[in-house]
């Protein structure tokens, strides 16, 4: 097929894991293969709904597990033999499909199980209980989702239905909750599991969050400050390009009367409002309606609902009580969300994120028009359920004014668990309001490409050349322009020369 790096097969048709899911062979649409896991040839959300002998049920609770086709709660009941099941009671544990009192019977491993008097011969040791923990887990549903099975994990070839490889290393999946966290593996639904900056943390207490490499809830204990340089030069695919002329777009080379950004390989004209760009995908658009979802356009009159984490934007079929959290789209009575996290408690009292982070380029130009800043996270604390982060202004102007905030440090505070998630080191876009208060707008932007797109477009659409006051240079005078101050791109209004 023509034009189908973004395409996958299913059977005989094709199509896009951001918005549909393969299950041997048979195509479920509206649920994303990036979140979705196989009950036989049905595909069906983990999150939400649980696959028990072949049938997808609705959650009742994060501690439902299938017994046979019906499900019990772990916390209350005990399932034996795969579809038997009984009132949990202190002491009480399965043997074969019959349970029994540990402080007086014991489980024998004869040619069955069998209940027999603690002081039998055939009795196991009391440290022998992985018969007994494996009998009383619920059956767990097998993805079948049909990925490239020819994946590696270093150099070991694996099936990533089956298995996920966490920086080298191979674990056994259970499910699409199956998450990595460094070289580690853990599951969305474990608890007292923290996973803080790539560093598994286990049997912390249960409202410890991870804020800026640090965990709060006793005690204190690291940071770290992650950086992603950029490197450029004068290429466009494996041929040289005049830059003056021509614009380079994934590889391919665009006469810049045809546009001056990028979209993807292609070339756009910003000012054309019937274009939209959305993550490297470009739409004709038919009216003036709609909004970037990823690379897909979320159209406002289709009921549907983006959630989006610095990592996926996936797109939903919208549901009554379900939210997003990252880019995850939950059941509010089995989780609750704390700064783009999920946890298997609910809160039905807590308060929800009323908006979500977009691409920088997303915000064009609709933030033209607003007081915004470039503010570099410096540090982060976290104090009765306050984010509390000191923050360094790389790049500030309002259009309209060009009022400056002349101190380069603000102190900013935020509720932690309402509020996006935010990384030490990084710089993102944010809005000042009226009363001084800031709101966070963006994922993480990169300091040369991103903020050079913005500026631009945003001065354009005034009509003059850009200036972007680099706050830490304290506006020292340039003795080439009088008028003019440092710059982290050297350009001056109404000046064209470097």
């Known amino acids: 097929m023509e034009g189908s790096h973004h395409l996958h097969c299913c059977g005989n048709v ?86 029994y009192d ?70 056994e999946k259970a499910s699409a909750l199956t998450k990595c966290c460094g070289t580690d593996v853990y599951t969305l639904l474990d608890d007292n599991v923290l996973c803080c900056n790539g560093i598994l943390h286990l049997n912390v207490p249960e409202q410890s969050e991870c804020v800026g490499g640090v965990i709060y809830a006793p005690p204190n204990t690291f940071c770290q400050m992650p950086a992603r340089p950029r490197l450029g030069e004068h290429c466009c695919g494996e041929q040289t390009f005049n830059p003056r002329t021509h614009i380079c777009c994934n590889g391919h080379s665009h006469n810049k009367m045809n546009g001056n950004f990028c979209c993807g390989s292609e070339v756009y004209d910003h000012h054309n409002q019937l274009l939209k760009c959305c993550s490297g995908h470009l739409y004709k658009l038919t009216r003036l309606s709609g909004e970037c979802c990823g690379n897909h356009l979320l159209e406002y009159y289709n009921n549907q609902t983006c959630c989006s984490s610095s990592t996926n934007s996936i797109i939903y079929d919208t ?45 064009i130009p609709d933030m033209c028009n607003k007081t915004v800043f470039f503010g570099k996270v410096e540090s982060l604390a976290l104090k009765n359920d306050q984010r509390h982060i000191v923050l360094k202004v790389v790049g500030q102007v309002d259009v309209k004014s060009e009022k400056v905030i002349k101190d380069p440090w603000l102190h900013v505070s935020m509720d932690h668990c309402s509020s996006p998630d935010t990384e030490s080191g990084m710089t993102y876009l944010w809005e000042e309001n009226h009363d001084r208060k800031y709101k966070l707008l963006s994922h993480p932007v990169d300091l040369t490409s991103d903020i050079h797109m913005f500026y631009a477009i945003c001065y354009q659409k005034k009509g003059y050349k850009y200036r972007l006051r680099s706050i830490s240079n304290h506006f020292k005078p340039n003795s080439k322009h009088a008028d003019c101050h440092e710059t982290l791109f050297g350009v001056c209004k109404g000046d064209s020369s470097p």
């Open 14 to 99: 094709s199509y896009k894991i951001s918005e549909s899911s393969c299950c041997n062979g048979n195509l479920t649409n509206g649920l994303s293969q990036l979140v979705s896991d196989c009950c036989d040839s049905v595909a069906y959300n983990p999150l939400n709904e649980i696959c028990c002998g072949g049938r997808i049920l609705t959650q009742s609770s994060t501690h439902a597990k299938c017994c046979g086709k019906v499900l019990y709660l772990t916390t209350t009941h005990l399932c034996c033999g795969g579809n038997n099941i009984f009132q949990r009671k202190e002491n009480l544990f399965c043997c074969g499909k019959e349970t």
């Open 102 to 171: 540990m402080t007086t019977h014991c489980c024998c491993i004869n040619l069955a199980l069998e209940v027999k008097p603690k002081n039998e011969t055939c009795c196991p040791k009391v440290t022998d209980t992985d018969k007994r923990r494996e009998s009383q887990q619920g059956s767990l549903p097998t993805s079948k989702l049909s990925r490239n099975l020819e994946s590696k994990c270093g150099t070991k070839p694996y099936n990533p239905n089956k298995k996920i490889c966490c920086s080298g290393n191979l674990y």
């Open 319 to 363: 549901k009554p009580n379900h939210h997003c959290c990252g880019h995850y789209y939950f059941n509010t009575s089995l989780w609750s969300c704390c700064a783009e996290h999920l946890k298997p408690t609910p809160k039905p009292n807590s308060s929800l994120a009323e908006y979500r982070l977009k691409p920088l380029t997303d915000l």
